[in-house]
């Protein structure tokens, strides 16, 4: 746990841009942006609206990805560019959502708890290059817009083919397309995300078969995002007047935002985060405690910035400056211009910290926490009520996953334990596969109706 600039839990200001982001709300959004630049934690924000835009958007509005990709290439991220990309982010249309990226990785722990192909007929796609039965089929299936049945049957193939049909398909794309391929195939590389190899082949997989759409659809997504408008650009100056000021402390952390992903989220409500900031400015050790692992205040530790040296021993008897109660005050004339956080007022204090949201002995639930990236807030009537008909689906198929989440959370980690638990299903089952059991078999109408409902999860949430 650590404090940023303004002394909110960096954890939760994460938490609270990614929620902002989400639910489509430009300035807070951009609010909790320049927390996160003001702690010099840039790569974190970043990293969290790559996050949103590919778990919210899919490989929908691929300018987005384009400009983001881009923005990382100098080595220094502009400030500039990123609030041009954060406002981009809260202006995408209902259209554009498509959230089978969080929904697959459930899917794919259905699918692999059985040798049986999830859609059994791929219609054949003339021009394909031939190879293995395995192959052809996820390459057909890839060219027919169909990526559950792809992604499932990935785990029965070897490197060598996935990279073969990858290189395939990535000759045949245009520059743009190309350059967003890569930046999908190398993601942890430059988006500082720690995504597993095959979340990264699924965001791959999507966007070949978003290749295969109309010139217009494909041109359309490429079309120039909507850029800051004035008033943001005024409230902005605004706020820089008051860096480290407390009034600077202009918003709350959202509630809505907590849940498993912060300390908070996890707490019940008889428990307090209250003593973390009351620890600010009581004595050297406890501020070094509290601050250090934000990357503003770990840098006026180390550097003073030519303004006090400052007297403090970490726990590992690292030292930090002289000892003199002098420069202790001096700094904390400086650093708390409004008094000491302790000798705030309640109410000034709980804009960034209070009691727990859970209840005593509460289990924490995947669909409660789902619940924040599988928003419907902001979309038309018929669209949110085709995303909560497969949230239901959905839920029905998390209910089943022998798989509790424990501590802190996040998208990365549930990707990464849910990969796990499809590795341990798939190799009980993978001794029985063959790949004759790719040839197309007879089903009954409630066996095609089952697998038609059970797509839609994944090739059906885009909603197109």
Known sequence: MSLSRHFYDLIEVQSAFAYCLIERKSLEAC??????????????????MIEVYLVRYGCNRL????EARQATLGGFIDPDKLIELCYGLTTMTQENVDISLIASPFVY???????????????????????SALENYIMKALSSGNVRAAFWAVHYSNDE?????????????????GTCFDALRNLNTWACLDYSPRIHLL?????ITFAHKSGPSIAQSFEGLRRPQAHIYDQ?????????????????????????STWRGILPHTKTTINQINSMGANPQLTYSVINECSYWREIFESHRNIVALSC?????????????????AFCEWAFPDDIPDEWSAEEKAKSHGPGITNPGEPLMWRRYL??????????????????????????????????????????????????????????????????????????????????????LLDGLALK
């Open 236 to 260: 902005i100056a605004e706020w820089e007047e008051l860096i480290g000021r407390r009034s600077r402390r202009i918003y709350s952390i959202p509630s809505s935002c907590l849940y498993m």
């Open 161 to 177: 083919s996935i990279v073969k049909i990858c290189n395939y398909y990535r000759s045949k794309m245009t520059p743009q397309l």
């Open 371 to 456: 619940r924040k990236w599988i928003s419907t807030t902001y979309m038309a009537a018929d669209k949110a009520a085709s995303i909560n008909n497969n949230y239901s689906l959905l839920n029905e198929i998390i209910g089943k996953i022998d798989l509790k989440p424990t501590n802190l959370w996040s998208i990365g980690k549930m990707f990464s334990e849910l990969e796990t638990l499809a590795y341990q299903k798939f190799v009980i089952v993978s001794s029985s596969f063959d790949e004759e059991d790719l040839a197309a078999t007879s089903m009954t109408a409630d066996d095609l109706k089952n697998e038609i409902v059970m797509s839609r």
């Open 203 to 207: 965001l791959c997989f999507m966007l």
């Open 63 to 66: 300018r987005w990805l384009l």
């Open 313 to 329: 021993t970490s726990s590992t008897g690292e030292s930090h400056g002289c000892n003199t109660d002098d420069t202790w005050e």
């Open 109 to 131: 722990v259905h699918d692999t708890s059985s040798s049986v192909p999830p859609i059994k007929s791929i219609p054949d796609v003339p021009g394909l290059p031939l190879g």
């Open 31 to 48: 609010f909790w942006l320049l927390e996160l630049i003001d702690s010099n934690e840039t790569s974190i924000a970043l990293a969290t």
